[in-house]
């Protein structure tokens, strides 16, 4: 069995892997693909003392980190099911999709999250060429342009408020009557004389020019009329998902799915820590990944000299 079995390896599961196999304890890192997320984009930069860096150079980093220790990666791999220790000092078993199991002293969960999508035609041909999911990542991109925000929830509406300041104009749509968000947001947004709020807006399209955005069609759902807003950028706002479906019913989730972790990663599980986008953490980036990974790291070591005998 491993000392430290970590389930996931973005940022957040690399660090905690690196973390562990440091203190020189048996260390597996499981995961389907090395990155996480991180795969996903191109320009990344606000990993601090990297001005600049690439998702598929940070992804591989990531990976040669891990490997420069004595970690048993497994990659390709999906976590399906885990079965928590039956009683204090038991082993916990994460069951693989593959039918392999795998056992651990202690679990780090570190499975990330997904951006909930439109589904609307140009949203994937245009994704990071205009339409992105990321305001903190790339509202710098959009300096002096005009955007859209979709979704009138509180982290559409935070989007909006802090895209006003960086870009020349905003518009907030939102498929319900009304918006979501605390009223203290609203009040904010409603107070930026760059925003335009849309309700009752459904969107259908996202429009470009084979290389760019270049706007975004929107059915007002009253009037049942379409319209077509110019625009650079679209910045989608309806939902993180976090990767936690195959562990429903064994460890504590919010009602959005997010693994409830204390300051120091722990989750109801006694032995089961987690890290990043996975969890309750307020700010989901790779530098707040990584910074979990390792506390949640440093927590299993802490557990496991607590109770394993000498
Ligand atoms: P993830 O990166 O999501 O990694 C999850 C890991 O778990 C992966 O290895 C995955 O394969 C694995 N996994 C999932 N489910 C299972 C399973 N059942 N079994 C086994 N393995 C599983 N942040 C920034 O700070 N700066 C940026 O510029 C930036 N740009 C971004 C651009 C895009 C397009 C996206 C999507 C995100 C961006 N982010 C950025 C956010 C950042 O990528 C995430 O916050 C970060 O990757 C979270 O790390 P994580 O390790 O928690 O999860």
Not at 48 to 63: H, W
Not at 86 to 92: C, F, K, R, S
């Amino acid at each position: 069995p491993f000392d430290v079995l970590v389930v996931g390896a973005g940022p957040a599961g690399v660090s905690s892997a690196v973390y562990a196999a440091r203190k020189g304890i048996a260390t597996g890192l499981v995961a389907e693909r090395i990155g996480g997320q991180v795969l996903d984009t191109m320009a990344i930069e606000n990993l601090i003392s990297v001005p600049y860096t690439e998702g598929p150079k940070l992804a591989s980093a990531l990976e040669q980190h891990a490997q420069a220790y004595d970690v048993d990666i497994m990659e390709l791999q999906r976590a399906a099911r885990l079965v928590p220790a039956a009683e204090p000092g038991d082993l916990h078993r994460v069951e693989l999709e593959s039918g392999a199991v795998l056992s651990g002293r202690t679990v780090i969960l570190a499975t990330g999250a997904r951006w909930r999508h439109m589904g609307v035609p140009g949203e994937q041909e245009y994704r990071n060429k205009g339409v992105t999911y990321c305001p903190h990542c790339d509202g710098p991109l959009f300096k002096g342009k005009r955007v859209a925000v979709i979704g009138g929830g509180n982290s559409g509406v935070e989007a909006a408020i802090d895209l006003a300041g960086i870009v020349e104009h905003v518009t907030l749509l939102e498929f319900d009557g009304t918006l979501r968000a605390d009223e203290v947001l609203q009040r904010k947004l409603h107070s930026l004389s760059n925003v335009d709020v849309l309700v009752n807006a459904r969107t259908t399209e996202v429009t470009g020019d084979g290389a760019k955005v270049t706007g975004l069609v929107y059915e007002d759902r009253t009037s049942g009329e379409h319209h077509t807003l110019a625009l650079e950028g679209v910045f989608v706002q309806i939902g993180l998902l976090p990767n936690t479906e195959w562990l429903e019913g064994t460890i504590e989730l919010t009602n959005r799915g997010e693994i409830v972790i204390d300051e120091r990663g722990a989750t109801s599980v006694p032995g089961v820590f987690a890290a990043g986008d996975c969890t309750t953490s307020p700010y989901k980036q790779i530098v707040t990944a990584m910074g979990s990974g390792s506390t949640a790291a440093l927590s299993a070591f802490d557990h496991l000299i607590r109770t394993t005998a000498p």
